[in-house]
């Protein structure tokens, strides 16, 4: 696994949340995929792609910087700031999140196997 084909995996992940693109979303979430909220809640792949498919979730905005990507194995961590705006369910989501992602490859697919998001600002 290279660094240049999850920083590529991650641009397309961001764009398909940016666009709220369901179907680039259900191909690179993994069907047991967990994912830690800022509140603490945890979701599922099919959690996230209803905030999509029903409209609650739209973002506005999305700039990515201080990636960091370390491959151990067959995996791959990252960790990404990204300056968000947008809404979900008519609640404003503004600001500055943290994001940790894990990447593993399943016949020749990257997908996102887990991850967690904080609030810096």
Known sequence: ME????V??????LTAVKNADVSVLEQILHDDLLFNLPDGQTITKEFDL???RSGKMKIDSLEASDQ??????????????VSLNGTYDNNPINGVFKYIRVWKQFDGHLKVIA???????
């Open 3 to 6: 660094k240049d084909l999850i």
């Open 8 to 13: 590529n995996a991650e641009i397309e992940l």
């Open 50 to 52: 209803n905030s999509y």
């Open 68 to 81: 960091i990507v370390n491959i151990i194995d067959n995996l791959a961590v990252v960790t990404v700031s």
């Open 115 to 121: 991850g967690s998001c904080v609030q810096l600002v």
